[in-house]
Antibody
Framework: QVTLRESGPALVKPTQTLTLTCTFSGFSLSTSGMCVSWIRQPPGKALEWLALIDWDDDKYYSTSLKTRLTISKDTSKNQVVLTMTNMDPVDTATYYC????????????WGQGTLVTVSS | QSVLTQPPSASGTPGQRVTISCSGS????????VNWYQQLPGTAPKLLIYSNNQRPSGVPDRFSGSKSGTSASLAISGLQSEDEADYYC??????????FGGGTKLTVL
């Protein structure tokens, strides 16, 4: 059974750095082709893809946010970590992690999401 | 501003057939497969259609997808009240990013 769960602070102040952790089970990020992405959704707005890391440690970032994002993985802990620097109130959103695969090209399993509010 | 273009809203009465469009470009829909996600209120998105027209196990055959050129469509036949949700299309882009549509809010009248 595949599960993903996001964790991190519910509230961050402007200019701070956000660190989110995706802890997953039911698959291994060392399996060829496996990937985990981060996707966010501001309240009442659309989904926005942020970053992806694959089994081979290749990393891909949103064009508009890549200067602020870092994605990493700890295969032994089944975790993927996303850091976003210089947080702003417009970054208030529910942040999801989701599994995908280079062979399939779809997000088949999603975490339940974690709401991050940016406010002083 | 989402890369893929969807109508912001759609509606239908129970039993009707509704379609939702998704327009992209040659670098995303034109050269890669399209996926559709259903997001019920207060929940995470759920994969509804993958590889343009394939349904994951458990998704009713009332849901179908198609793709032509740089556009894709999601069709829901025999509309039911529980289909009221937000629907998103997505595709991989050749610039090495994932792109989503702006979402369509489906209302069952």
């Amino acid at each position: 059974q595949v599960t993903l769960r996001e964790s991190g602070p519910a509230l961050v102040k402007p200019t701070q750095t956000l660190t989110l952790t995706c802890t997953f089970s039911g698959f291994s990020l060392s399996t060829s082709g496996m990937c985990v992405s981060w996707i966010r959704q501001p309240p009442g707005k659309a989904l926005e893809w942020l970053a992806l890391i694959d089994w081979d440690d290749d990393k891909y970032y949103s064009t508009s946010l890549k200067t602020r994002l870092t994605i990493s993985k700890d295969t032994s802990k089944n975790q993927v970590v996303l850091t976003m620097t210089n947080m702003d109130p417009v970054d208030t959103a529910t942040y999801y992690c989701a599994r995908t695969n280079w062979g399939t090209y779809y997000f088949d399993y999603w975490g339940q999401g974690t709401l991050v509010t940016v406010s002083s | 501003q989402s890369v893929l273009t969807q109508p912001p809203s759609a509606s239908g009465t129970p039993g009707q057939r509704v379609t939702i469009s998704c327009s992209g470009s040659s670098s995303n829909i034109g050269s890669n497969t399209v996926n559709w996600y259903q997001q019920l209120p207060g929940t995470a998105p759920k994969l509804l259609i993958y590889s343009n027209n394939q349904r994951p196990s458990g998704v009713p055959d009332r849901f179908s997808g198609s793709k032509s050129g740089t556009s894709a469509s999601l069709a829901i036949s025999g509309l039911q009240s529980e289909d009221e949700a937000d629907y998103y299309c997505a595709a991989w882009d050749d610039s090495l990013i994932w792109v989503f549509g702006g979402g369509t809010k489906l209302t069952v009248l």
